[in-house]
């Protein structure tokens, strides 16, 4: 939450629990708990910190996640076909000190030639230069319709790119951030 040093340090703290949540063993439930106790902790001025944990086993294509106030992942299947807004029903942000019990762990599959999606709410609240709400459906038409095209994960990186640059980020109210991956199924 906010920008400027302050919300780099409790980012920082969040990215080093993370790390050592996962070092230690911990599945993504445990991660979320160590996390949040550690945010809790280190920001006593009320910052939280929104995340998204995924975990993806490239061997099965099993996706697994917790949202801790963050947009859900979206999956762009196989030639562009169809994106899915995968159901979440979201934790409480990091730091908060709100969340009841363990986190939800969502599950979901991807198949040979699914693009999976992780995105800041920055990029959803986006406004096109109609001053429209891009939202969620409209990233997830734009990522559609270019994936259809032939566009695979570096294109389309690159044209998200260069559309916020070239409308001098004047549709943007916040920071955007897109981790696209393919997954191309297993290998023998």
């Known amino acids: 939450m906010g920008h400027g040093f302050?919300?780099?340090?409790?980012?920082?703290?969040?990215?080093?629990?993370?790390r050592n949540a996962r070092r230690l063993g911990q599945d993504l439930g445990g991660t979320y708990e160590a996390m949040d106790s550690f945010v809790t902790t280190f920001a006593a001025d009320g910052r939280f910190v929104t995340a998204l944990l995924a975990?993806?086993?490239?061997?099965?294509g099993r996706l697994t996640w917790i949202s801790a106030g963050h947009p859900p992942p979206l999956v762009v299947r196989a030639g562009g076909r169809r994106a899915d807004v995968l159901p979440t029903e979201p934790v409480p942000p990091l730091g908060t000190g709100l969340a009841l019990g363990p986190p939800t762990v969502h599950e979901d599959y991807l198949e040979a030639g699914d693009l999976l999606a992780l995105y800041s709410d920055g990029l959803a609240e986006a406004r096109n230069l109609a001053g429209d709400l891009v939202g969620v459906e409209g990233l997830a038409g734009l990522l559609t319709a270019r994936?259809?095209?032939?566009?695979?994960?570096?294109?389309?990186?690159r044209?998200?790119?260069r559309e916020l640059a070239t409308n001098d980020q004047a549709w943007l109210s916040d920071d955007a951030s897109a981790i696209l991956v393919e997954w191309r199924g297993s290998t023998p």
Do not use: F, K, N, W
């Open 6 to 18: 302050p919300a780099a340090m409790v980012s920082t703290v969040a990215l080093a629990a993370y």
């Open 55 to 60: 975990e993806l086993e490239t061997d099965t």
């Open 147 to 157: 994936r259809a095209a032939g566009d695979g994960a570096h294109a389309l990186v």
């Open 159 to 161: 044209r998200i790119r």
